[in-house]
């Protein structure tokens, strides 16, 4: 039988979407397939007639099943059945679209009401009635925005009573939006009032940019026109301003992510405001909103040619004050299309709730597999465990502010940005970025810069470079955030969006230098395949390793597949198995392969064997029938870059396999190389690493 989980609000606006992002996250990370199922939704709240949560779970999680399979009626279908005293037809109803899914999934989380109707009363006993009949175990979500100590309190105690009381076990307790000074008050009064009876209580602070619209919720609410800054609609926006007086008097009352509000006929206001955005002494708005029948003119129209990438401007036919209320009264919701929103929000979850300790609860440990979704998902919590200071050379480009946005979101590293300190403010200005905690560092104006160039000098003067050379090569992002990381002023490097790998790595090589034990750097890739994740090395550094290299390729090889989960098994690539073929090459594998075997006598290594046989039980039975590896193989060992590289490549496009790498290895110090054709998610997924990397070659793990 399928687990399951019934998450339900107390009241309104309690952060449902919050909380059902933060179970499903670590549901997809340790479940191979979990569905989400929304028993009664609620379609006023969108004009497209689409469940808001259950289309942000849907597309986020990319969920390939049906919105109409997940779920069973609308709020107001629920109503007409209940007041036509048909409960019977509404819980079979119910009943018969959740036995679907359970019946195909490991999991399902179900989601409760909105408490949006006018009978609260009523929808507390319709979520207690269908949770009782799922069999679901329930997560109480509390909301303290706006609530008192007691009045918490006494809220959850009615609610564990209710669903108690109909035999529904209560699993956690959640209070959401708490006011910070109450947060420790709130989970001591509850711990006491409920004896212990439920140790899994939590407190999630109220966090001010979750209640923030984006301009894109406010373009789909308003449904208007876009006339600037199509591509900036993830922007939030704190109060709006009214721009009826004069420009002067105006532009004192504006503050940072203001929503500017005025007649499209103030081209006073639209010009003043637009030049204050340039300002770098005034505040940066949120964006525009134009309304009046009246469409732009010719001057208009021209003004705004050319400023796409400034700040968002949208335009309605409603007037100003039927606009104004219309914004005032948008419903927050974390959408697909507010990826800070969710990074935030994930984050915020994962710091106040022992995700550790619920999942345990929910789906113990027996059900845990190593999948490419999990593997992905727990990268961000590993490296928040300990978290470690990433530089990133590449502090000018695009890519690079977007992963660093999204992981300062997710507070699983500190940043530190290279590069000309001006541009990199303006670019996070003008992508509308939230990067306001993260580190820029202008090699040539840092402080650091004169002690790097004479530490460089010192360890290459061997080579013949004079101290200009120092400082010219020192100037370069790449030989500065190398030499961070060498002097611990940084934990880790990843840099290659822009640089080669050879401009990446040959820091690494003049003064990181390889640990003790190694004599050559190598890399592995992560190959998250459909069902499982492989490793494969050495795809991007060594062009032709000699048998002794390849050897040590295959043990370092295992012991970083070891550090990101993957039980290392090893394979000896070549074009025969066993002793089924000659040849130089051939020979060179088995040499290495004894090698190995010799450094690491415990690790499961088989060589050399074809990769049929080394990932097919089927081949390896007829080719390999005693070995201990063959046809379970999960790192495999390329004899030459281009065997190797090609291969990746290969996996990677025809098997729609992510390839997360090079990951560097035997440095003493962990740098890593970005591929320049690398998007958002890989960059972010090798920051995690890299930290992760670090706070191993530290003891922390």
Known sequence: MSKNLYITALEPKSGLSLVTLGVMEFLVRNLVKVAFFRPIINVRQDK???????RLIKMHYKIDIPFDRLYAYTLEEARTLVSEKKNDKLLEGI???????????????????????????????????????????????????????????????????????????ILSIVVNRVPLHLQQQILQSLKASLKQKHELIYAIPYEE???????????????????????????????????????????????NDNLVITPIDRLDIIIGTLAAYRSSNLPSIGGIVLTSYMQPDDLLRNLLQGMEDLVPIIKVEEDTFTTATKIKNIHHCITPEAPLKIAAGLGLFESHVNTTDLRNKIVGYSLLYITPKMFEFSLIKRAREFKQTIVLPEGEEERILRAAEILLARDAVKIVLLGRKQLIKKKILTLGLNLADVAIIEPTESELFEDYVATYFELRKHKGITYDNARDVMSGVNHFGTMMVYKNHADGMVSGAVHSTLNTVRPSLEFVKTKHGSTIMSSIFLMCLEDRVLAYGDCAVNPRPTSEQLAEIAIESSRTASLFGIKPMVAMLS???????????????????????????????????????????????????????????????????????????????????????????????????????????????????????????????
Do not use: W
């Open 48 to 54: 497209d007639g689409v469940d808001q949560v259950l």
């Open 95 to 169: 009943l018969d679209k959740y036995k679907e899914l359970e019946s195909e999934y490991d999991f399902v989380l179900c989601l409760g009401t909105d408490y949006e109707s006018d009978s609260a009363a009523f929808e507390i006993d319709l979520n207690v009635e269908i949770a009782n009949n799922l069999g679901c175990p329930v997560l109480l979500l509390a909301n303290a925005h706006q609530g008192s100590v007691e009045g918490v309190v006494k809220s959850c105690q009615f609610a564990v009573e209710a669903f108690e009381e109909k035999g529904c076990s």
């Open 209 to 255: 940019m979750l209640d923030r619209p984006t301009m894109g919720e406010i373009v789909q609410a308003l449904d208007a026109k876009i006339l600037c800054g199509k591509g900036l609609l993830n922007r939030t926006v704190t109060r709006f301003v009214i721009a009826a007086m004069n420009l002067r008097n105006y532009l004192p009352r504006l503050t």
């Open 575 to 701: 074009y025969s198995s066993g002793t089924s073929g000659i040849g130089e090459e051939v020979e060179k594998v088995k040499k290495a392969t004894e090698i190995a075997k010799r450094m690491a006598p415990d690790l499961l290594i088989e060589g050399p064997i074809q990769y049929d046989a080394a990932v097919d039980a089927t081949v390896a039975k007829a080719k390999m029938p005693e070995s201990k590896v063959a046809g379970k193989a999960t790192v495999f060992i390329f004899p030459d870059l281009n065997t190797g590289n090609n291969t990746y490549k290969a996996v990677q496009r025809s098997a729609k396999a992510v390839a997360i790498g090079p990951i560097m290895q035997g440095l003493n110090k962990p740098v890593n190389d970005l591929s320049r054709g690398c998007l958002v998610p890989d960059i972010v997924n090798t920051v995690a690493i890299t930290a992760i990397q670090a706070q191993a070659q530290k003891g922390l793990i």
